[in-house]
T-cell receptor, first 117, second 112 residues
């Protein structure tokens, strides 16, 4: 149980285009999903916290107009990178907190590797 | 903001040697989790520690949470090549809800 999927697993796009990444909790409901970004050989940096039915909370330094997050249901959150640039190339990982799980426990998706050319 | 420092950054060991990575925070933690990330993969949850002084074991892995809940360690006994990867601690802070702050990670390489 507690499986999180992400789609696509990798994507290459041209500079200036937008890319949407989906994060789904497959066998549980998640009131909260988290979006992280990981650059090569670095740690995971939290970008935003996504709560079902409400606006996402962005971390300091993360542009909310560039990284659009939608959490329309208890099993789906999407991250749209708008007007992507090469510096946005990174590994984007989502995680989901189980509705009835232990406090703090998150389940991570397999990640989406974004390359902007 | 709140940070979690992790040392060492890299560790190369011979198979069979022990390995330890340490996490430290200047702020008291609500709980701490440990994750393993294989090259090219995503973080996989290993364990969560909540209580002051807590010690948990998973086969060759031993996890400790400091008495002051400001530090934690992961110790691997007799490393194997399958232990290769980056180990991250991740902490939640009081008032931060489920928000995780990841440590800087320790990359472990195991040589035959």
């Amino acid at each position: 149980g507690a499986v999180v999927s992400q789609h696509p697993s990798w994507v290459i796009c041209k500079s200036g285009t937008s890319v949407k990444i989906e994060c789904r909790s497959l066998d549980f409901q998640a009131t909260t999903m988290f979006w992280y970004r990981q650059f090569p050989k670095q740690s995971l940096m939290l970008m935003a916290t996504s709560n079902e039915g409400s606006k996402a909370t962005y971390e300091q330094g993360v542009e909310k107009d560039k990284f659009l997050i939608n959490h329309a249901s208890l099993t789906l959150s999407t991250l749209t990178v708008t007007s992507a640039h090469p510096e946005d190339s990174s590994f984007y990982i989502c995680s989901a907190a189980h509705l009835s799980g232990r406090a703090g426990e998150q389940y991570f998706g397999p990640g989406t590797r974004l390359t902007v050319t | 903001g709140q940070q979690v420092m992790q040392i060492p950054q890299y560790q190369h060991v011979q198979e069979g040697e022990d390995f330890t990575t340490y996490c430290n925070s200047s702020t008291t933690l609500s709980n701490i989790q440990w994750y393993k990330q294989r090259p090219g993969g995503h973080p996989v949850f290993l364990i969560q520690l909540v209580k002051s002084g807590e010690v948990k074991k998973q086969k060759r892995l031993t996890f400790q949470f400091g008495e002051a809940k400001k530090n934690s360690s992961l110790h691997i006994t007799a490393t194997q090549t399958t232990d290769v990867g980056t180990y991250f601690c991740a902490a939640t802070f009081t008032g931060g809800g489920n928000k995780l702050t990841f440590g800087t990670g320790t990359q472990l390489k195991v040589e035959l």
